[in-house]
């Protein structure tokens, strides 16, 4: 038996022998020992119009390749650096939001090292601020918990959430009562919804389904799968615009909800999360930001906050015992814009007043 005990420890000391140099290659390098390095040790923020001057500073002399990677594109390349470099650097190029940035080193022997940060992008406009005024109100039922909000055709549609509780109905504006609804299964928890063409879509919170509906009928066609949340969405009449509670809008593909394009909500100061309830009205997304009582005007093309409303005064009036301010609604038929709440006792049409203060 001893012998046996011997032979083991022989051979876990031998093992211990071979894994030192595999351990000393996985060790991390302090920043001295890496070939090139950028001279900022935080994170970066910057103006999405701003060019900054982003000084590297050279470690090593055998460095034969340099090269600046950003959002995994390379930048610039650089041969035998060496000293100190200063490079003019635009990173508002791939727009706003948070970005990956690496200086890779690859040495004359052939081996590589790199230094990574991060570069938050931020936007170069400080939004407006508006005012939504009420100019008439409606009776709105307070056992809806609204989740999205549309007119077509003249038509009012509400989508609402909780599990056991979540339907789409078609409503009648003047009374608030409901003339038509098709409620989800128990296990479901309805969120956004968005008509286009002749189908109504409705997002799930958890789920990862967006259901597609006939929009007359109510009836469910099919379902769609996603990855992540589903919060808010609309369209521009062309593609499907989704919510998912942070600060990333997707655009998908209304026929087989693939993402199209993404793009990331910010002001200048910063991003705006919390995205929930969408509506498109001439042109830009205005978003509910949950947990508070401002709406944001959103330029689809880069996610810059163009200007905040202040809904302070409809939740003022129609909250009752109600949850947040959620629901945008752009009429067509009169222009109109429509606001609401989760279990509010009512629903506005309003007035967006387009002064700073």
């Given amino acids: 038996m001893k012998k046996y005990l011997i032979i083991g420890l022989i051979f876990i000391v031998l093992g211990a022998l071979v894994l030192v140099p595999l351990l000393k290659t996985t060790t991390p390098v302090e920043d001295e020992e890496i070939p090139a390095v950028f ?104 056992t809806s ?25 078609q409503v009648n504006l ?35 389904k967006c259901f597609v509906y006939d929009k007359s009928t109510l009836q469910i066609e099919k379902d769609m799968p996603y990855n992540g949340e ?28 693939e993402i199209e394009r993404t793009i990331e909500v910010y002001t200048h100061q910063g991003a705006v999360a919390n995205l929930n309830e969408l509506e498109y009205i001439d042109g830009l997304i205005y978003a509910n930001v949950w947990m508070t009582n401002k709406i944001a005007i959103i330029d689809p093309l880069n996610g810059k906050v163009l200007a905040e409303i202040d809904g302070s005064s409809l939740v003022i009036e129609g909250k009752g015992n109600g949850d947040v301010l959620n629901g945008i609604a752009m009429n067509p038929k009169n222009n109109k814009i429509y606001m609401t709440g989760k279990n509010w006792m009512k629903l506005f049409e309003v007035k967006i007043k387009k002064t700073t203060i």
């Fill in 39 to 142: 001279a900022f040790n935080d994170n970066l923020a910057t103006r999405w119009d701003e060019t900054i001057q982003l000084e590297i500073n050279i470690n090593k002399d055998d460095i034969s390749k340099l090269e600046l990677i950003y959002n995994d594109s390379v930048f610039k390349t650089w041969n035998n650096p060496k000293g100190k470099i200063t490079f003019p650097f635009k990173a508002g190029y791939y727009g706003l939001g948070a970005r990956d940035i690496q200086l890779l080193s690859t040495m004359n022997d052939g081996s590589t090292y790199s230094d990574n940060r991060m570069v938050r992008v931020l936007s170069d406009i400080i939004p407006e601020i508006w005012i939504a005024e009420i100019a008439a109100s409606y009776p709105h039922n307070t």
């Fill in 145 to 169: 918990f609204t989740q999205g909000l549309e007119f077509n055709e003249g038509i009012l549609y509400e989508g609402t959430g909780q599990k056991g509780q979540s339907m789409v109905a």
């Fill in 230 to 257: 589903g919060w808010g969405l609309c369209n521009d009449g062309t593609s499907l615009i989704m919510s998912n509670g942070s600060e990333r809008i997707t655009f998908r593909n209304p026929k087989t909800f």
């Fill in 174 to 208: 003047n009374s608030g009562e409901t003339i038509k609804k098709m409620g989800l299964d128990g296990t479901y928890f309805g969120e956004g919804i968005t008509i286009l063409g002749d189908k109504l879509y409705q997002l799930t919170w958890k789920e990862q």
